[in-house]
């Protein structure tokens, strides 16, 4: 069988001083009587036979490297990540996966693959009883003629879409500051099956994960937040394809110098999207990071400067599609 | 978002929702109940151009047994809650596992998944709904019982009873599933257990080999509807032939499809080519083995300059004829004249065997395909635009050549007044034609993912309008369709409805009934 395991532990053991990182809670955070039921052991990493896999396991292994260092016992060796390979891809080795999932008991696997790997592998979660806390879908386009419509209503060549449990298992909030440091437009939109359990915060006032933005906040039947840099609120709505007329609060807004600028702070810097977006899902992914929002729906809308549309041009996105995933069985 | 269940059922109370689960861990037991995110969120994800907030459950029950689906109905009756029955959930493109309506709860039969019977001299299965192709194959396989499964694009994962009750087709001489089904055992709303056929006959053991019992036949009644829940499934299976040849025959230019099918509806219906026979466009093909973006950027759809250089790059045809025959080595020898020679004739068509393509991934997923192998290549095609977002469109028309190409111009004009590509092929029944179009489209792009449903909403208009109805649709469009077959089919779909399930708890919104 062509199912390649290994264990990879490298990347930055320094770890970094990321805003919000906090100790891995590998339990489930879920809200049912039948949520509780499976404690975690360890993470792994699935890699679905994608032109992104290398790049995406960089950021993965690197945020492993800081949430393992984080977890404040200097003297415990972190237990390394597994890796495991699909070389022909999910749609050959169906049922190898099938298998894989079925003895991984008390593991939470990030995965990347391929959108027609995704639509069998989600199944395949259901069948093994499985949880899937996030899903998310991932294009980049080198549709030129949409960058530069991207001054009026063409959807941003970098966008994510995220079906995930809670803000608690989205990496939404931990992705966008990242991907403002790498000057191109984008957008996020998080969807949440349920809403992050109370800390005692509000949902207002926290902007640390990213300052660039102003957000947002509408109440209406669906509690849903809008952060956006760059654009107005109304503007980001219609990149979104969200109703334009719904009434908005602003809830944050970007400190003094802070627009256009990453301000979280950390030793790691990503050296493509793919890199911060592994990033961001694996944190995400072992709970570190993530901005419990109050919210059900989610959107980051940025628009990079006009200065650097000619940057942006220059290095246009290659055409990627591919879906990433945070499950547990 | 205060309520503990991500979704409610339309008019229940969180409270009345409360007793009605707890009364369905009585029956099942807690862990058997799901209702927590993480575990619901695989049901969730749709392809469709909708909110996926519109297909969320409220909660998801995992029966083993008819006992505790007659427990389960019962105390639907009693709250008045709508349930929503998958046996593998495998409907891709169709819906998945998602509900019609938001706030359904799911049953999900998956552990129900007893092979009860095969009968290797009879050639027939019996089965629980939760069994799957893989799990029938590895079964016959193991004993060597030299018999084949006919199997959908989703083969390994998905399931005959599902399928069969979607009214699915797969790609062998029993490809038409509903036609070699043969007994079911259904619970009806009441909590009623029918046995279909022969099955109702104390001591029979004529289940399996006769359909029709006495009286009206009724299995009919019980697919893509909502009136009872399936919980044994007969059908029959094809004896393995001694021998197989799988063939693709290549064509260059759309218009060579009115020849192709004038060619093999004869064959078709005296029986030399025994399978149904598809046609599939280079675009259908292209996904196996190539990527929209290597030929597109920018908006609107592929043109045909890019697909025609597709083709040049890839050997493709823009048709792709796939068929196969079986039986002994002398009858196949014998069939093979005749196919050859009548699609030899005008020599348009270059006919090739397995042989000839060696090692093509596209012909090898057809020929595995074709003789019941397990198989997942197909799905290749979400690859193609990417993105997340496919809708199967299914109008039915007469298997003959001059419904292809005005079907063909027409859904690519509509497709291309939306920024959409024509990935489509057509598939020779026998005396029908199924011209099965996969609607890509991006879904985190919202303009497209709002093209791409007043696209397939003005197909169906359309089509319909000219006489073409839709065999099967996602559940975002069931009305709809439901509404295209008017109103009196509608009117006694909804008596069917209100006698045998008056609460109606069985699948609302299942094929527009309710």
Redesign the interface.
């Known amino acids: 069988m062509d199912v390649n395991r290994r264990n990879l532990m490298k990347g930055i053991l320094a770890g970094g001083t990321l805003t919000m990182c906090g100790i891995p809670r590998l339990t489930t955070a879920g809200m049912g009587p039948d949520s509780d039921t499976v404690k975690i052991r360890t993470c792994a990493l699935l890699l679905g036979n994608t032109p992104v896999d290398d790049a995406f396991a960089n950021g993965v292994s690197a945020a492993y490297s800081v949430s393992s260092a984080g977890i404040g016992n200097a003297s415990a060796q972190p237990t390394p990540l597994e890796v495991v390979k699909l070389k022909s891809g999910l749609l050959v080795k169906v049922r190898q996966v099938s298998e894989l999932l079925a003895t991984s008991r008390g593991m939470r696997w990030v995965a990347v693959m391929d959108d027609a790997s995704a639509a069998v592998f989600t199944e395949i979660v259901r069948t093994a009883g499985g949880r899937l806390l996030s899903r998310g879908t991932h294009v980049s386009s080198r549709n030129v003629s949409a960058y530069s419509a991207f001054q009026s209503d063409s959807p941003p060549l970098l966008r994510h879409l995220w079906a995930s449990v809670s803000p608690e298992q989205s990496p939404g909030a931990i992705l966008a500051p990242r991907l403002v440091g790498n000057h191109k437009s984008f957008s996020i939109v998080e969807d949440f099956l349920g809403e992050a359990r109370s800390n005692g915060e509000t949902s207002s006032g926290s902007h640390l994960f990213a300052p660039v933005f102003r957000s947002y906040e509408s109440t209406g039947p669906l509690a849903t937040h809008l952060h956006c840099s760059g654009v107005s609120v109304s503007e980001g709505c219609g990149l979104l394809g969200w109703n334009r007329s719904q009434r908005w609060t602003e809830f944050s807004s970007p400190r003094d110098g802070d627009e256009g600028t990453q301000t979280v702070q950390e030793n790691w810097h990503p050296a493509n999207w793919v890199e911060a977006l592994g990033y961001a899902v694996t944190l995400a992914g072992l709970g570190v990071g993530t901005l419990q929002e109050y919210c059900a729906r989610r959107g980051f809308v940025y628009r990079a400067r006009q200065g650097e549309w000619r940057n942006m041009y220059e290095s246009i996105f290659s055409e990627e599609r591919f879906t990433s995933f945070i499950v547990e069985v | 978002?205060a309520s503990?269940y991500?979704a409610l059922p339309k008019g229940i109370s969180e409270q009345t929702f409360d007793a009605a689960v707890r009364d369905f861990s009585r029956v099942l037991g807690?862990?058997s109940?799901?209702?927590?995110?993480?575990?619901?969120?695989?049901?969730?994800?749709t392809?469709m151009p909708v909110?996926?907030?519109e297909h969320?459950l409220s909660a998801a029950l995992m029966a083993t047994t008819v006992e505790q689906i007659q427990k389960i109905l019962a105390i639907c009756n009693k709250y008045k809650i709508p349930i929503w029955t998958i046996s593998?959930?495998?409907n891709?493109g169709y819906g998945?596992?998602a509900p019609a309506e938001r706030g359904q709860v799911v049953l999900d039969l998956?552990r129900m998944n007893r092979i009860l019977e095969v009968d290797k001299d009879l050639a027939y299965a019996l089965v629980e709904p939760g069994v799957t192709y893989?799990q029938l194959y590895d079964y016959i396989k193991e004993r060597n019982l030299g018999l084949w499964l006919s199997v959908p694009a989703?083969s390994?994962?998905a399931g005959p009873t599902g399928n069969t009750l979607d009214r699915g087709v797969g790609y062998t001489p029993y490809g038409e599933h509903f036609l070699f089904a043969c007994g079911m055992e259904v619970v009806l709303a009441n909590g009623d257990v029918l046995r279909t056929g022969m099955g109702s006959l104390p001591n029979s053991n004529t289940w399996q080999v006769f359909k029709w019992g006495y009286g009206p036949y009724l299995d009919g009644i019980f697919t893509q509807s909502n009136y009872g829940i399936v919980t044994k499934f007969g059908f029959w299976l094809m004896p393995a032939p001694s021998a197989y040849r799988p063939f693709v025959i290549r064509y260059q230019n759309e218009e060579d499809i009115e020849e192709i099918v004038e060619i093999m509806r004869p064959l078709r219906i005296n029986g030399v080519i025994p399978n149904a026979v598809v046609i599939a466009h280079a675009l259908y093909e292209a996904?196996v083995i190539a990527?929209r973006?290597d030929y597109v950027?920018?908006?609107g759809s592929i043109s045909d300059v890019a697909v025609r250089k597709l083709v040049k790059d890839h050997n493709l045809g823009i048709w792709n004829v796939y068929a196969a025959l079986y039986g002994t080595e002398e009858q196949i020898a014998l069939n093979w004249k005749i196919v050859t020679q009548a699609f030899g004739k005008s020599g348009r068509g270059q006919i090739l065997t397995q042989q000839d393509v060696g090692d093509d991934p596209a012909f090898a997923y057809r020929a595995a395909l074709m003789r019941g192998d397990?198989n997942?290549?197909e799905?290749?095609?979400?690859?193609w635009?990417?993105?997340?977002g496919?809708m199967w469109f299914a109008p039915v028309s007469q298997a003959r050549g001059s419904e292809t190409l005005k079907q063909m111009s027409l859904t690519k004009q509509i497709l291309a007044k939306h920024g959409l590509d024509y990935s489509g092929e057509f598939i020779v029944g026998m005396r029908d034609m199924h011209h099965i179009v996969d609607v890509l489209y991006?879904?985190?792009?919202?303009?497209q993912?709002?093209a791409a449903y007043q696209c397939f909403d003005e197909l169906l208009t359309v089509f319909s309008a000219q006489g073409y109805g839709t065999y099967r649709v996602n559940s975002a469009f069931m009305d709809k369709v439901a509404s295209t077959y008017g109103p009196v089919q509608r009117q006694v779909h909804k008596t069917l409805k209100k006698a045998l399930d008056p609460n109606g708890i069985l699948a609302p919104g299942k094929s527009g009934i309710r």
Do not use: C, H, W
Request: proline share 11%; net charge positive.
């Open positions: 978002m503990k991500i807690d862990e109940v799901l209702t927590a995110p993480e575990r619901l969120a695989p049901y969730i994800k392809m909110p996926d907030s969320t593998t959930g495998k891709l998945s596992a998956k893989q989703p390994a994962i996904p990527r973006s950027t920018g908006p397990m997942l290549q799905f290749s095609l979400y690859n635009r990417g993105g997340g496919s991006d879904k985190t792009d919202p303009a993912e709002k």
